[in-house]
C-alpha cells in the first residue's frame, strides 16, 4: 500500500500550516494578561510583585509496543538483572502519583518516540492485523497513550518502519499531537507533521503560562527506512531546524519551550559520512539554540537523570533528560516561574527520573488492552517445528554459534533460490547476521513461533548485494572494532572485551556465514581478519560474491563499507524473521548439523594464532 503522492503533499501543507494550532492556542488566540495589575502590592507602593509557581513537565521515550510488563518472546513477566519493569501500565501509575502531587493541571506529559515497533504485541497490529483499512482495530499504543492522557509525541525513527500508510493511520488513532518539525516534504520543505504544540497551564494567578512544545525526530531514517521515505520526506537536521523553530513558536505565545527529540545527549554518528547531521544531537541543540528551557531526549537507549548544558548565546543552563527506554523511567522536569507585569518567567528547571518497578500497573490500562494482549500471546505460541538440541545465543559475541549460524542459512538459502536459474546463480551466497538478543534460546524439543521471534527480534528485510573478496574482508576488518585490543598473554575481561569503538551496539557486530576466518584480537583495528577461505581455499581479493544482508544494513545502517553502494541483485519485502519461520516449517527439524561447521564456514577469536576461547 503507498500514499497518494498529491493527497500527502496536499496533507503536508496542510498540516504544517495548522501546526501551530494543534491541542493549544496561537498568540492570537490566547488570553490577554488581564489579571497583570493584581501582582502590585498598592498598600507599600512598591511595585510589581511577582507570584511564583511551579509545574512538571513528564517525559517518556522509546516505549517501542511495551504497554504491559510482559516479555513475549518468553511468554513470561518481564524481568532483568536490574529488575527493572517496563510499560505503560506502570508509567500510568506513576503518571497518576505526579498528577496527585502537582495538581492534574499543573503537568504535562511527552514522549520522544520509537513508540510502534519494538514487541510482538506492536508487530501483530502492524503486520498480522494492521490498523489500517476501515474496520482495523486500534493500537494497542495509541489505546494505552490515549488514556493515560499524553500531550504531545515526537516521531522515532521506528516510527516508519511499517511505512506511511500505517504511521498515518496511528497518527489518525491518536488524542494528542504527533510531532516533526524535521520530518518535511522534500519538495516544499515544509513539515509534513505539526512542528509543535502549545499547552496551557493554570497555576491560580494571571494568564495560564503557555507551554511550547517542539518535536523532532532523527535525520538517519533516510538511511534506515530508506525504501519507505525516499522521495516522500526529508529529514533535515536537528540543531538546525531548532533554531527555525524555536524562535517561532516563542512568537506564538510560548512562555516556556521544551523540545521533545528523538535523539541522544551526544556520541558519534552510526552513519558516519553518509549523512551531514548529527545522530545525538541534545546537548548541541542546548549549547547553541538560544530560548530553550529543557529538552527530554531518547533514541539512545540511556538512562540520563540529568544533564544541565549553558547555552553560549544566553548563558542560561538548559536542562536534558532520557527516561532510558521501555517505561523503565519517568522524566520529571520540575519548573519554577515567575509571572510579573504579564509575563512568566522561567526561574528554575530542574530534571529527575521515577522508576517503574517501585509501582503496580495501572488495572485500567492492563483492562484496555488485555483482548489484544491475549491474542498476541496465542500467536506467538504457536508451534512451528522442533529442535535436535537447545541453541542459546549466550556465547555469540565471543565464538561461532550454531543460533547464529541458523540466520546466516535460512538468509542465505532464501537468495539462493530467488537467484536460481537467473545470470547470479553461479556466484557463491554469503550472508550476514548479528547477535541481537543476548537472552534468545532456541529450546530442544518443541519451537514456538516467538522463539524465532526472539532470535530475530527486528522488522529488518533481505537484499542481495555483489561485493569482491576484497570488500568482503573491508566489512569483517569494520566489524571486527566491535572488539578490545588485548595483548598475547593479558586477562581477557569478557564484559570488556566487547562493544569498543564508540560503544558499538551487538546488532553492530556482523559475522559473515560460508566464511572461515580469524579474528586476531593481539591487533589494532583493521588488520585482524587472518586466514580467510572460503570453502577450504583462500579468498580470492577480485572474486565475486553475493552477501544476503538486511536492508538496515544495505542502506548504510552501522556504516559499514562497501555495502550500501553495492549492486543490488534482489531484494524481498518480507520480514527475515518471517522467512525464518517459513524455513522451519519447511523443515520440521533444525538440525545444527545441516548449517555448522565445515563447508558452511565459521569464525574464531585468537591471539597471535591463539585460540582465545
Known sequence: MSLNRRDFVTRSAATAAGAALVGGLSAAAATPAAAADHDRDESHGRGPVPFKGAF??????????????????????????????VGLAKISTLVEQVRKEKGRGRTLL???????????????????????????????????????????????????????????????????????????????????????????????HGRPVRVGILGLTNPGIAI????????????????????????????????????????????????????????????????????????????AHKEVPQRIVVNQQTGKNVVLSEPALWGERLTCFDFEVEFSRGHWTV???????????????DPKIVKLVKDQHQKVVAYVNQVIGTCKETLSIAESRFRDTPIIDLIGRVQADAVRDALAGGQYAALPVLAQAAPFNRTAVIPAGEVKLRDAAGL???????????????????????SAKYYAQVAPGAPIDRDALTNQANNTPDYNYDSIYGLSYDIDIAQPVGSRIVNLSHQGAAVDPAAQFVLAVNNYRANGGGN????????????NSDEIRNTMIAWVKAKGVIDPADFSGGANGGWRLVRAGAPVF
Do not use: C
Open 110 to 204: 511527552i514522549d520522544a518516540g520509537d513508540t510502534i515497533q519494538g514487541t510482538q504485541l506492536s508487530y501483530y497490529f502492524a503486520r498480522i492485523e494492521p490498523i489500517t483499512g476501515k474496520k482495523a482495530p486500534r493500537h494497542p499504543m495509541a489505546t494505552a497513550m490515549n488514556a493515560i492522557g499524553y500531550d504531545a509525541a515526537a516521531l522515532g525513527n521506528h516510527e516508519f518502519n511499517y511505512g506511511i500508510p500505517l504511521l498515518r493511520a496511528y497518527q489518525d488513532q491518536l488524542e494528542f499531537p504527533l510531532l516533526g518539525a524535521n520530518a518535511v516534504d522534500p519538495k516544499s520543505e515544509k513539515p509534513a507533521f505539526p512542528p509543535y504544540v502549545i499547552r496551557e497551564l493554570h497555576l491560580g
Open 56 to 85: 512538571t513537565v513528564m517525559g517518556t521515550t522509546d516505549l517501542h509496543g511495551h504497554v504491559l510488563n510482559w516479555e513475549y518472546f518468553t511468554d513470561s513477566e518481564y524481568d532483568d538483572a536490574a529488575h527493572n519493569d
Open 224 to 299: 534506515w527506512d530508506k525504501a519507505n521515505v525516499q522521495g516522500k520526506l526529508a529529514f533535515p537536521g536537528i540543531p538546525e531546524i531548532a533554531a527555525k523553530w524555536v524562535p517561532k513558536v516563542r512568537a506564538a505565545g510560548a512562555d516556556v519551550v521544551v523540545i521533545t527529540a528523538h535523539t541522544g545527549v551526544d556520541g558519534a554518528s552510526s552513519w558516519g559520512d553518509q549523512l551531514p547531521f548529527s545522530e545525538n544531537a541534545g546537548a548541541e541543540i542546548a549549547a547553541t539554540v538560544p530560548g530553550v528551557d529543557a529538552i527530554l531526549v531518547g533514541h
Open 347 to 361: 526561574t528554575g528547571v530542574s530534571a529527575r527520573l521515577l522508576n517503574s518497578n517501585t509501582v503496580t500497573e
Open 560 to 571: 559499514f563499507p562497501h555495502v550500501a553502494a553495492a549492486q543490488q541483485v534482489w531484494a
Open 456 to 478: 530475530y527480534i527486528y522488522e529488518n528485510t533481505l537484499e542481495a548485494r555483489i561485493l569482491t573478496g576484497a570488500q568482503l574482508k573491508d566489512y569483517l576488518e569494520y
